[in-house]
């Protein structure tokens, strides 16, 4: 039994609950899941440094253990045509018009940058950084370092994990083929980073020598068992998360993972970077068009049918994040499934 994870952020519980940017993982969440003994993370990586500073006093005021705050790399520009731009545009108001909602053709990115996302974090007084798309900077790194901050960064790839330790993180998190939201590869490409989870972990645990915590497709203690068992000092798990009744998830996107009957698929229609969710009609219908703009350039220009489909209740006008595992998704209270997950998972394993 590897104890790793539990030193390093100073936990009892070995299971670390995802950042899922946009709602899902907000400060309720991730307060009940520290409280519990494992590691609540606030999913920032779309939120405003102002944002930022209230979900992490939201968690200080719930609890006085541990937690993380996730945060996404910038990514390189991408460029694009004016003709796909138009093109996206058409297709994204004949969907407005559907919803009842107004055209729109202005694209409009956040102001604030990813250095301000993590000072506003470490000066709020967040000491658990967990990142994806990348490897932070030397320079971040540093400041990181100097305020006694621990990082964990995201591979897809046991290159990615070897790129990472050189970088100085302090632990991965091995992201399987199996896992809900966004791939976090960040060297080749997407569709071809799709080894399993338990291959994935097995693969960087006998390459790193900094711990390894493992996600994808982990929903109850067999997974958590086996996955440790496969050398990961940790878990993290999204999907299983999201019907917590902490989670911020919409209710429609709660209903369709308690459901638990429609395939999964990667997509980048949504937000131009690959994601596993639930397959939608609206996912098909995009998915079939060649002018899928970058990330984030597509994110933004959804964002406005994502949110509003969500709120009229309409599964196949939103995104729904999810897991291969999705199907084993409970309604439940997440400091109970984070201590459940662990009894289960010690009995299996008949140790720690
Ligand atoms: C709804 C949702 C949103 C996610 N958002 C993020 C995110 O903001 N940052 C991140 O690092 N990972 C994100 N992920 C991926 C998780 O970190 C993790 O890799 C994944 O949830 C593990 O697989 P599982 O969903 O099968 O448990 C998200 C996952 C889901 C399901």
Known sequence: MDHRIQELYGISIPIIQAGMAGGPAGAELAAAVSEAGGLGTIGAGYSEPAGIVELIQVVQQQTSKPFAVNLFLPEEKVPFSEESYTTMINKLNQLRRRMGLRENTILSLPEFTFEDQVYAALNAGCKHFSFTFGAPSPSIMNELRKQGATVMATATSLNEAVLLEKAGVDAIAAQGSEAGGHRGT???????????????????????SIPVAAAGGIMDGRGVADAMAQGAAGVIL???????????????????????????????????????????????????????????????????????????????????????????????????????????AVRIAGCC
């Open 238 to 344: 999204g999907t299983a998360y999201l019907t917590a009744e902490e989670s911020g998830a919409s209710a429609v996107h709660k209903q369709m993972l308690l459901k638990g009957d429609a395939p999964t698929k990667l997509t980048k229609s949504f937000s131009g970077k690959y994601a596993r969710g639930i397959q939608t009609s609206l996912m098909d219908e995009l998915d079939e068009m060649s002018d899928i703009l970058p990330y984030p350039v597509q994110h933004y220009l959804t964002v406005d049918i994502r949110k509003t489909g969500a709120l009229q209740h309409q599964p196949e006008m939103t995104s729904m994040w999810a897991g291969q595992g999705y199907s084993l998704c409970q309604p439940v209270l997440a400091g109970e499934l984070t201590r459940n997950l662990w009894l289960e």
């Open 186 to 208: 960040f060297i080749g490409y997407p569709l071809t980073e799709l080894t399993g989870m338990a291959e994935l972990v097995s693969h960087i645990t006998s390459r790193v």
